[in-house]
């Protein structure tokens, strides 16, 4: 059976990232839980999916005046003690209605930021409650753009891992990264012992200077398994809308993903936000796990695609 990743905790139900979202993960059975991983000013580690706040938090309410030139409120420019400060919301959209509109409303709640080792101590007590081993799954966000503000990520999140026990590469943490330079950086010049993920996106998206047509080619794949131990690709990556618009066709990358020893983990499998192709939550599962025979989901909705994956006896 496929790993169940938990997409920024179960944030089909609760505000992404929040610590109830991650306990909830977790108890719905998430084998691996994701923390996105972004730096304060006074250097901590906390946990948000992006370098910018204004459209998770009340951050332009609670501190007008420390915005950037482009309107944007940065991590990067408040210091934990006032980052905490902050509630956490659903994510919304820059006129404040919410992206997912079925989810936890947008602007309620009374959840806050927290940082990477409140994350995982919350995890590892409730593996120790529950007597499961569910892993953790931190990406690096942006470390180019965090050197140009003064801070290396990648030296901090290594001695935070071994801190809690994460040291060998048989312990349950993998460790993405959208940039490839940062991959070989934690192999190489740091000794990263720990499992490694390539993500793969669009070049648009500008999450990196890698370039992901490339690594989807044989030759780029071949780069990638010289580093990583799997890939994390978009879902589209993977297959193609078939001309009936109902037989969806692989691509051929899981399968050449597999023949160099990459793991193939793709992202993000959404109930309330179907891809081209698919009428179902569960046809879309069972497709990505028995068609292509991917090694792992990352999943807003870790309990249904748990029980369709059972119920599909994968
Ligand atoms: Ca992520």
Known sequence: MPLIIAHRGAS???????????AMAHAMGADYIEQDIVATRDDE????????????????????????????????????????????WERMNADGSAVYAQRY??????????????????????????????????EIKRPAWHREQGVDIAPLLLTQLAQYGY???????????????????LREDLGCPLKLVQLIGENQWQEADT?????RTADGLKQVAATADAIGPWLSHLYAVGHDGENNVATGL?????????????????????PAGF?????LVLFFALELGVDALFTDFPDT??????????
């Open 12 to 22: 089909g139900y609760l505000p992404e990232h929040t610590l109830p979202a991650k």
């Open 45 to 88: 580690l906390v946990v948000l999916h992006d370098i910018r706040l204004d459209r998770v938090t009340d951050v332009a309410t609670k501190f007008p005046g420390r915005r950037r030139d482009d309107d944007r409120y940065y991590a990067r420019d408040f210091d934990l003690v006032e980052l905490r400060t902050l509630n956490a």
């Open 105 to 138: 409303p947008a602007q309620t709640g009374h959840f806050r930021v927290h940082t990477l080792a409140e994350e995982i101590e919350l995890i590892q007590k409730l593996n120790n409650a529950t007597r499961r081993q569910t892993g953790i799954y931190p």
């Open 167 to 185: 040291r060998n590469h048989d312990d349950p943490v993998f460790v993405q990264c959208f940039d490839d330079a940062e991959l070989r950086y």
């Open 211 to 215: 370039d992901y047509r490339i690594l």
């Open 254 to 274: 899981t399968q050449m993903a597999h023949d160099l020893g990459l793991a193939v983990h793709p992202y993000t499998f959404r109930s309330d936000d179907l």
């Open 279 to 283: 009428t179902t939550f569960d046809e």
């Open 305 to 314: 695609a748990r029980q369709i994956l059972k119920d599909g006896r994968v």
